[in-house]
């Protein structure tokens, strides 16, 4: 343990020179990206029955080579992994003020897609080990208004999705799984984002494929596939020409992706398995280097998972420290560690949720008839999730950094310089 004065006490900085910045660009997707531009073809799709109704050449090959990667029937591109989880709720036959369960602890894309089809959010609680719903607060949060579970795949590891499915067999539910940031890792043996009766990933700049935006579907229900069809592409001027009687849901929009991207995402497909195993090198480099450190719980890794590592999340026992968040943050930040999260997310304490606002200023969809009962979003109804964000989860987020090994070794070397003079913050 290092005994020079902390840099927040005016000592020496551990980390001086910036980390470098996540870029899994490199020639190979250069040259697909310019191949594209210097056809004249940045996009093919036609808003009409057509055969261009499925987009161009390098977007159907992009959705051929993710149904081959991901092992699903069926794989559709989109422009944001937001348009993806809106389609996926669409498509799966939600009607408005059905209610679908959803974790508070995601990115708020993943309970407004269920607004956007006016039906009602439910947050369920977290575990403490994984982050992922818990299946029990599920349970528990189960209604004759029930239809779907949206589970979510944190930080890069699975939810209990088995155990979610069985649930939602029992009781006759859809389920959705938002894995936009665990692509490519594993649930005995299967990868996330397939259990479910639809799933996807995010392909947005800091997460492990690139494309600058874009979101990939994917499924092995037929039916599903040909609705995120439609709601991708203008469905009300499609579903009569190409026979659809179903008209449920089908109000279409421009949620396509374009030739370029889907030329880039080509080849991060490619790498995406080199990625992956990039940073778990790393996050293996920082358990390694954390182990010992007293009052710091280091990311638990489920029998049958692997962890795509998203980000590397830390739990501090801050009883046992005497020591604030707050203040360990400072310290380490101070020694240059820079992409701390100090909590991460509690969708049911924003403020569209506590006043019960979306759409116009009356609060629809909460104060109108297609709600069947008071759905409460109040402090105190996802406990785990809550003590979490407040006071004792902190992160280091992978997903902004390149992190080599002597990076690593100095966020460890960082990590060890405050640990050993914590009573001193």
Not at 387 to 404: G, I, P, R, V, W
Request: net charge negative; aromatic share 8%; proline share 4%.
């Amino acid at each position: 343990m290092s005994t020079e004065k902390l840099a927040i006490h005016g000592g020496p900085k551990t980390i001086v020179k910036p980390l470098k910045r996540y870029n899994s660009i490199g020639i190979e997707e250069v040259k697909a990206a310019m191949s594209v531009v210097e056809s004249g073809v940045l996009s093919q799709f036609l808003g009409c029955w057509d055969p261009d109704f499925y987009g161009g050449p390098k977007v159907q090959e992009f959705e051929r080579a993710c149904e081959a990667y991901f092992g699903v029937k069926h794989a559709v591109t989109v422009n944001s992994w937001t348009s993806g989880l809106i389609a996926a709720v669409g498509a799966i036959g939600i009607e408005p003020g059905d209610e679908v369960i959803v974790p508070p602890w995601t990115m708020c894309a993943s309970a407004t897609a269920i607004l956007h089809w006016n039906a009602i959010p439910v947050f369920a609680d977290i575990e403490p080990e994984t982050f992922n719903l818990d299946p029990k607060s599920v349970e528990d949060n189960i209604t004759p208004f029930t239809r779907a579970i949206m589970a979510v795949d944190i930080f890069g590891h699975s939810c209990d999705i088995e155990t979610l499915m069985e649930i939602a067999k029992r009781h006759k539910l859809k389920v959705i799984t938002d894995s936009a940031q665990s692509p490519g890792v594993f649930c005995n043996g299967r990868m996330t984002g397939t259990f479910a009766d639809v799933g996807g990933y995010s392909l947005n700049y800091h997460k492990h494929i690139h494309t600058g935006e874009g979101g990939i579907l994917v499924t092995n229900d037929s039916y599903i596939y040909e609705r995120l069809l439609l709601i991708r592409n203008h469905a009300e001027a499609v579903v009569a020409a190409k026979g659809v009687d179903n008209l449920a849901n089908m109000i279409g929009y421009n949620f396509r992706l374009g030739e370029i991207e889907s030329a880039i995402g080509i080849e991060q497909l490619r790498k995406l398995d080199g990625f992956i195993g990039g940073r778990q090198q790393a996050a293996q480099q920082l358990t390694n280097g954390f182990r010992e450190l007293p009052g710091l719980r280091l990311p638990m890794v489920k029998p049958g998972c692997s962890h795509a590592y998203y980000i590397y999340p830390m739990i501090l026992d801050i009883a046992n420290l005497g020591v604030s968040r707050h203040k360990i943050c400072s310290a380490l930040e101070s020694e240059g560690v820079v992409g701390l999260a100090k909590g991460y997310s509690n969708l049911h304490v924003l403020p569209m949720f506590q006043k019960k606002i979306a759409y116009g200023s009356n609060g629809f969809p909460w104060s109108s008839d297609i709600c069947r009962r008071e759905v409460s979003y109040a402090k105190g109804i996802c406990p785990v999730a809550e003590d979490l964000h407040d006071s004792s989860f902190m992160a280091f987020e992978m997903c902004l950094h390149e992190l080599n090994d002597e990076e690593a070794h100095l966020i460890v070397k960082a990590f060890k310089k405050v640990w050993s003079q914590i009573s001193s913050l």
